[in-house]
C-alpha cells in the first residue's frame, strides 16, 4: 500500500491515496498503478509485469450474474432434491429446520463467505491461497484429492439419469410391467398387489403372510416389484457383491462417456464460456420443478406428503444424529471444503462485494432444498395413497429416492414417460453444473499452482483430467460397481473428511493468519467491514462444530452396508485409504515443511504459520514470486 499526497486535479488540497499493485493477468486482472508518477520501484515491477504478461490472460468473469449464477450452480446439486427432504423426514419433518438454520448461521454461511473472499482476495486458486499461512498448504492438496474422488463418482450418478432419460423416450416407460426379460417370477407391481390372493400361515414358527403369484405360493416378503428390477436387474444388472465385479456395463459406458463430454466442452475455454453455460443449467432446473411442484400438488395425497415432510417432531432434537446430519447436509450441499469457492471467487475483479454475493447465494441454496422438499413430497404422498401405505414406508434417500421412489410415482400419471423425461433431464441439470464447477476448482488450483507449464496448454489438460476420470469411473459401472459407488461415497467424501478439512481451513486463517488482518483485506475489497458476527463463527463456533460433529462421527461409525449386503473387511480398508489419501495430507505436508524450513522456533513460525505480510504485500509478494517462476521457466 501507498501514500502520497498530491493536489486534486479539481483545484483543491491534499488527498490520501491508497494505492495496491493489482495482480497482472498472472494472478488474474490486469494491472492498475494509480500512484503520481512512478518511483524506480514502480517503473520495476511495471516492467516485471509486462514480461509476465506473456502468459495467456487467466481469465475472468464476464459479469456478476455470470459469477452468481455458477456458484448457484455449485451449491444446487443433488441433494437439494434427494437428501435434504429425506433428512427432515428422518429428523422430525419441520424440526430438522431448527438445527439446520442454527448450523447454517454458526458454521454454513460463515465459510461460505470465506471461502469466496479468500479466492477474490489473493486472485489465485485452491493452492496457492495458502501462502496465507504456508505450512496449510496440505488443505489445498487434500482438497485437490477430495476433488479427484467426487469427480469420479459424482457424474455416475448423472450417467444413470441420463439412461433412464433415453429409456424414457418411448410410448410407455419400460418399469411399469413384469413381462419383460429382465423380470423374475416374484415381480408384482406395489399398485397391483390389493387384486392378489393372499393369506396367513406359519413357517418357522412365525405368521407370515403369503400371497399367490402366477400359480406359486410366495410370501410378501419375497415379492419384488418391476420399479426395483428395472433398477437392479436392467439399469445395475448388480451382482451379489463387491467380490463380484463382473462385466462393464457397455449402455452406462456410453452415458457415463456423454456426460464426460459435456463437462469437459463447459469449462474447456474457462469461466467466459463457464459463465455462459450456466445461464441453462443453473435456471431450467427451477422451470422443471415448478413444473413438476404443480403437477404434485394437485395429485391425491399430495397434501399428506406434504404434513409428513413439514409437521415438526421435536422428540427428535434431542438425538445427536439429527445435529450431526444438519452440520453434513450444509457442508456438502454448499460446495465446502473442496477449493471450488475459492477457484470461482478467484475470477472477482478485486473490488466485488463478495459479502454481499455470499448471502445472495445462501439464500437461493436454502429456499430452493426446502423447495425441492415440497415437489418431492407431494409425490411421495400420492404414491402412499396410491399403494394404500403410511408415507413413512415409500419415503427413501440417495439413488432410492431418483430410481426407485420417482419412477413408480409416474406409474399413475397420464403422460407418464413425458414426467419421467422432465425429471430425469432435471436431474442431469442440477448436477451437471455442480460437476463441471468442482471440475474447474480442481482445474484451476492444478494450473495457478503451474501455470507456465499448463496455461497454454488448459484445453489438453483438462481433456487429460477428464479422460482418466472417465477411466476410473468405469469401475462403478461394472455389475459391482454400485458396490464401489457406496464405498466412495461412505469414505472418500464422506462427512468426516470434509469436516477434518474445513476444521483446519477455518483455523488457518482465522487463528494463524489473523481473523484481524483477513477483515483489514475484506475492507479493502467491499469498502467496509462486515458485521463482527463473522469474526465470532470464524474463530469459535465454526471450528467447533467441526471438531464436535467430526469426532461424533467417529465415535458413531458404523461399517457400512448396501442394503444387506455387508462388505468384506478388505474392502472396509479401501475405504479408509480412499478417505486417508486426502486427510493425511494436512499433517504430513506440515511436518515436511517444518522439517525442511531452516530456522529458529520464532523465525519458522512467523515464515510458516504466522506471516508478517497483510494482504497487500501478501499479493505484491505473489506476483514478484509469479514474475520469478516466469524467468525461470523461460530460461530452461
Avoid at 400438488?297 to 434431542?318: D, M, V
Avoid at 471450488?340 to 448471502?359: E, I, P, Q
Avoid at 458396490?483 to 470434509?498: N, R, T
Amino acid at each position: 500500500m501507498y501514500t502520497n499526497s498530491a493536489s486534486d486535479g479539481d483545484g483543491g488540497g491534499d488527498v490520501r491515496k491508497h494505492e495496491s499493485l493489482e495482480m497482472s493477468k498472472e494472478l488474474g486482472h490486469t494491472t492498475s498503478l494509480q500512484s503520481s508518477p512512478p518511483t524506480t520501484t514502480d517503473t520495476s515491477n511495471k516492467q516485471q509485469l509486462v514480461k509476465i504478461e506473456q502468459l495467456p490472460d487467466r481469465g475472468s468473469w464476464s459479469s456478476k450474474m455470470d459469477f452468481i449464477l455458477s456458484v448457484v450452480g455449485l451449491a444446487i446439486g443433488l441433494g437439494n432434491v434427494w437428501r435434504f427432504p429425506y433428512l427432515c423426514y428422518k429428523n422430525g419433518g419441520g424440526a430438522f429446520i431448527l438445527p439446520y438454520i442454527i448450523t447454517l448461521f454458526l458454521a454454513g454461511i460463515p465459510m461460505f463467505f470465506m471461502e469466496l473472499a479468500l479466492g477474490q482476495m489473493l486472485t489465485i486458486g485452491g493452492l496457492g491461497v495458502f501462502k496465507i499461512a504456508p505450512i496449510f498448504k496440505g488443505i489445498g492438496y487434500a482438497a485437490a484429492v477430495m476433488s479427484c474422488w467426487m469427480n469420479v463418482y459424482y457424474i455416475v450418478i448423472l450417467a444413470w439419469a441420463v439412461f433412464y432419460f433415453f429409456m424414457s423416450m418411448r410410448a410407455d416407460v419400460p418399469w411399469r410391467t413384469c413381462n419383460n426379460w429382465w423380470n423374475t417370477v416374484n415381480c408384482v407391481s406395489q399398485y397391483e398387489r390389493k387384486n392378489l390372493h393372499c393369506w396367513d400361515t406359519i413357517i418357522n414358527g412365525t405368521t407370515q403372510k403369503v400371497c399367490s403369484v402366477s400359480a406359486l405360493n410366495i410370501t410378501s416378503l419375497e415379492l419384488t416389484d418391476p420399479v426395483k428390477e428395472f433398477w437392479e436387474r436392467r439399469a445395475l444388472q448388480i451382482s451379489h457383491g463387491i467380490e463380484e465385479i463382473g462385466n462393464i456395463r457397455w449402455e452406462l459406458a456410453g452415458t457415463l462417456l456423454l456426460v464426460w463430454i459435456l463437462c469437459y466442452f463447459c469449462i474447456w475455454k474457462g469461466v467466459k464460456w463457464t459463465g455462459k453455460v450456466v445461464y441453462f443449467t443453473a435456471l431450467f432446473p427451477y422451470v422443471l420443478l415448478t413444473i413438476l411442484l404443480v403437477r404434485g400438488i394437485t395429485l391425491p395425497g399430495a397434501l399428506e406428503g406434504i404434513k409428513f415432510y413439514i409437521i415438526p417432531n421435536f422428540s427428535k432434537l434431542t438425538n445427536s444424529e439429527v445435529w450431526i446430519d444438519a452440520v453434513t447436509q450444509i457442508f456438502f450441499s454448499y460446495g465446502l471444503g473442496l477449493g471450488t469457492l475459492v477457484a470461482l471467487g478467484s475470477y472477482n475483479k478485486f473490488t466485488n462485494n463478495v459479502y454481499k454475493d455470499a448471502l445472495i447465494v445462501c439464500t437461493v441454496n436454502s429456499s430452493t432444498s426446502m423447495f425441492a422438499g415440497f415437489v418431492i413430497f407431494s409425490v411421495i404422498g400420492f404414491m402412499a395413497h396410491e399403494q394404500q401405505r403410511p408415507v413413512a414406508d415409500v419415503a427413501a434417500s440417495g439413488p432410492g429416492l431418483a430410481f426407485l421412489v420417482y419412477p413408480s410415482a409416474v406409474l399413475q400419471l397420464p403422460g407418464s414417460p413425458m414426467w419421467s423425461c422432465l425429471f430425469f433431464f432435471m436431474l442431469l441439470l442440477i448436477g451437471l453444473d455442480s460437476q463441471f464447477c468442482t471440475m474447474e476448482g480442481f482445474i484451476t488450483a492444478i494450473i495457478d499452482e503451474w501455470p507456465q507449464l499448463l496455461r497454454k496448454r488448459k484445453e489438453i489438460f483438462i481433456a487429460i483430467v477428464c479422460a482418466l476420470s472417465y477411466l476410473v469411473g468405469l469401475t462403478c459401472i461394472t455389475q459391482g460397481g454400485m458396490y464401489i459407488f457406496q464405498i466412495l461415497d461412505s469414505y472418500a467424501v464422506s462427512g468426516f473428511c470434509l469436516l477434518w478439512l474445513i476444521f483446519f481451513e477455518c483455523v488457518s486463517i482465522s487463528w494463524c493468519y489473523g481473523v484481524d488482518r483477513f477483515y483489514d483485506g475484506i475492507k479493502d475489497m467491499i469498502g467496509y467491514y462486515p458485521t463482527v458476527w463473522w469474526k465470532f463463527c470464524w474463530c469459535v463456533t465454526t471450528p467447533a462444530i467441526c471438531l464436535g460433529v467430526f469426532f461424533f462421527n467417529i465415535v458413531q461409525w458404523t461399517p457400512i452396508k448396501y442394503l444387506d449386503y455387508s462388505y468384506p473387511w478388505w474392502a472396509h480398508a479401501f475405504g479408509w485409504f480412499t478417505a486417508l489419501s486426502s486427510m493425511l495430507y494436512i499433517p504430513l505436508y506440515m511436518f515436511w515443511l517444518w522439517k525442511r524450513t531452516p530456522g529458529e522456533l520464532s523465525e519458522k513460525i512467523r515464515a510458516l504459520v504466522r506471516i508478517d505480510e497483510d494482504v497487500t504485500r501478501l499479493r505484491e509478494k505473489m506476483l514478484r514470486e509469479a514474475y520469478v517462476k516466469e524467468i525461470e521457466f523461460n530460461s530452461l
